[in-house]
Structures are given as structure tokens and as C-alpha cells.
């Protein structure tokens, strides 16, 4: 969650906005500029500032003239925008709210469990290696193979047939384990916990050979990339409940309950923050993400002079970003979380 760190710098209050920006009826043009009316009076009635209005105002018809998304994301504060975010479908649900903070649990939802992976493409003479980190940022690196001739195998009945089909063979077999080195070296740079392998079906074949046996226990051939990664964000979360439920039952790293989460938050022990998709308990906040609290007089106590209230899981997401912590949104009906170090005194609810 670090790219929200620069969101938390400026201070609120903060309008967010989940803005539908779909056309699905030419009988409906201007569809999309009147679900922004109705957001623009919700967040008028909430009382936004006129500044913050204005700067979403011009944003949103900005994108609508550029058709540029189906959804888009804003938040703004002190007549700013402070993030913007395009999405290629509709969100979730709409939403325009105005609070101390900015409310960021449904574009996580939107944004989903995010890690890093490959994406390789290959033909008998070379390569395209792409890292996608966490954040989607892409890096592309081409490989050139070595050996460019022969690269096809002769038809049958061609004289020296199986001669120039064993070269043929060598010259992939050469430039896929150039790849494979290419492979390597961009999985541990990058990260990557998936590679997707697409390309020429031989050459494919190939490159398996030469991929080193611990990355080939998580390479897989890239038939539907979406469907993948969902299943692979399916095991990361699978893995991490299954991780919690362990260290909460033997006593260790792990905390249940509202109260235990927001003082291991306060602290900065928490590793990994579990949410449900929505809970209504609200606690304290100060204007450091680490001034939290389910009590009011203990913010009053730690020194804070004004502290308002907010929504638990926002301010707690505040809070564990702050602290370079992640976010692992679980079906489950309470917070919780995965503590960097075990500490007894976290543990009761």
C-alpha cells in the first residue's frame, strides 16, 4: 500500500468519489454527466468545500469529453485533486463521501491482490521478458538469440535432412537458454511469484527445458492470463488465512478483534492487516496515521488535542501504510491481523 503514503500527507477533510462514467444506450448520452450530477449533490450536501467541488467537477468532465476510462477513481482535499485512479469498467458501486480521510478500501478492492510477475513470449529467436510489479508498472526486456541460422527444420526428402533438422534443433536449444539466463535474472530482480509463458509452441517447449528448477515450479503456460492470476491471488489469500488462523491458534504473531488491532496498529506491529469487505466500527484518529484509538480519552491522553472520528478500516489502512504494512481483504466477519513480532499484551481483545 505505499503508493498511498503521498495521499496521507495533506490533510483532509477528503471527498471520494467512485464516478460510473459508462455510455451503454445511445438513447442515454449524457448518462454518465448525470450520475456525476447526482454524486456532485451528495458530496455538496456532505459539505464539501466549493474548491474541492470545482477541481473534482473539471476532472470528471475532463475525462468524460477524453473517453478516456469507464470508471474513474478521485480523491481530493483543499481544492486539489490528490489521486486519480482510471478504471476499464464501471466500479463497484458509486460512491461520493466526504470524511476526515480518504476513504481507499474500495479502490484496494478494485485494485486487488496485487504481486509481481512475469510475462514471457518466445520464438525460436529469442524473446520478450515484461516484469509487472505490484503497482503495474511494466519493464520490458528483449532477448536477442545468439544463433539466427538455421532457425527452420527442412522438409522432408531434403537432402541432409536430418542434419540440418539437428541444427536447427541446436540453434533454438542456443537461444532459449539465453532466454532462460534472461528469465532468471528478471525473476529475481523483479520479484516475480508467477511467470506466464506464451509464444511459439516448440520454442515454448524449449525454454522449459532451460528455466532453472525452482522458478519452473511456478511457471505456467499463459492460455488465459486473467484467469491465472486469479487464481493465483485465490492461493495468496487462501495462504494468508491459513497463516493467520495458525499463529492466532498457537498464540504467536496475530491479533482478533477490533481493540487489539487498532493498539498492534498504534504500535506498528502489524505485518499484514486482514479486513472484511465492509464493517460498520469506527474508532479515534489524530492527524499522525499512528494516533488511533477505539477510546477517545486515550488519544486525549497520548496528547492529541482534536481527534476525530472515523471509519475503523480507513483509518486503520492509514495507519498500517504509514508503517510499511500490507492489506489482505478476507471474506470474514472481523479484523484482524498478522503481527511483525509476537507480543502477548496485543493479543487480548
Known sequence: MSFLKSLYNRPGPFASVYADLTRTTEEAPKAPELRWRALREALHTEGAPEGTLRAIDETIRRELAEKRSEGLIVFAAGGEIAHITRLPDPPAAELARVSPLPHVLPLLAERGERFSYLLVSVDRRGGE????????????????????????????????????????????????????????????????????????????????????DPLLERTVEAKDVDELLELKETERLMAIAERYEREFAHGERAVKGLSATVEAARRGQIETLLLPDDSPARVWVGPNPTEISAELGELHRMGVSDPVEERADTALIRAVAATDGDLALLHQPRIGAILRYSDNATRHQ
Open 129 to 212: 521478458i515484461t516484469c509487472v510489479a505490484p503497482d503495474g508498472t511494466r519493464t520490458t526486456t528483449h532477448v536477442e538469440g545468439d544463433e539466427d541460422y538455421p532457425i527452420r527444420k527442412v522438409k522432408a526428402g531434403d537432402w541432409n535432412q536430418s542434419r540440418f533438422q539437428r541444427a536447427a534443433e541446436n540453434t533454438w536449444k542456443a537461444n532459449a537458454k539465453k532466454v532462460g539466463r534472461e528469465v532468471d535474472v528478471s525473476a529475481k530482480q523483479c520479484g516475480a511469484e508467477l511467470i506466464l509463458l506464451s509464444g511459439e509452441p516448440q520454442a515454448r517447449s524449449t525454454l522449459m527445458e532451460e528455466i532453472s
